[in-house]
Nanobody
Framework: QVQLVESGGGEVQPGGSLRLSCVASGSFFSLDAMGWYRQAAGKERELVTTVNSGGNTNYADSVKGRFTISRDKAKNTVTLQMNSLRPEGTAVYYC???????????????WGQGTQVTVSS
């Protein structure tokens, strides 16, 4: 099973930057795709960005050119650099990881507890 712990949320003014980090720990055969999702108050959780085990990335249109995901496979970490933040970016940001278990190599997914990002003047 994989445990994910996020850090780096907080409050920032519009146009500012924040960096989120997520560390995966536990027992697993492999980590596959990792990524970030967000959920604003009263809205459904939505994809922000993902990176697969080969380093290929995917971004929501709303964050392209402003957010950058990076991954350190040796440290089982994924980082989200968020620049030019907008008020609509206010949400709880969740780290996600797809992985294969040690037993039977079964594919599963894990979520972090979430970290609050508030963009406000």
């Amino acid at each position: 099973q994989v445990q994910l712990v996020e850090s780096g949320g907080g409050e920032v003014q519009p146009g500012g930057s924040l960096r989120l980090s997520c560390v995966a720990s536990g027992s697993f055969f492999s980590l596959d795709a990792m990524g970030w999702y967000r959920q604003a108050a009263g809205k459904e959780r939505e994809l922000v960005t993902t990176v697969n085990s080969g380093g290929n990335t995917n971004y929501a249109d709303s964050v392209k050119g402003r957010f950058t995901i990076s991954r350190d496979k040796a440290k089982n970490t994924v980082t989200l650099q968020m620049n030019s933040l907008r008020p609509e970016g206010t949400a709880v940001y969740y780290c996600n990881a797809d992985y294969r278990s040690l037993l039977y190599r079964r594919q599963s997914t894990s979520w972090g507890q979430g970290t609050q990002v508030t963009v406000s003047s």
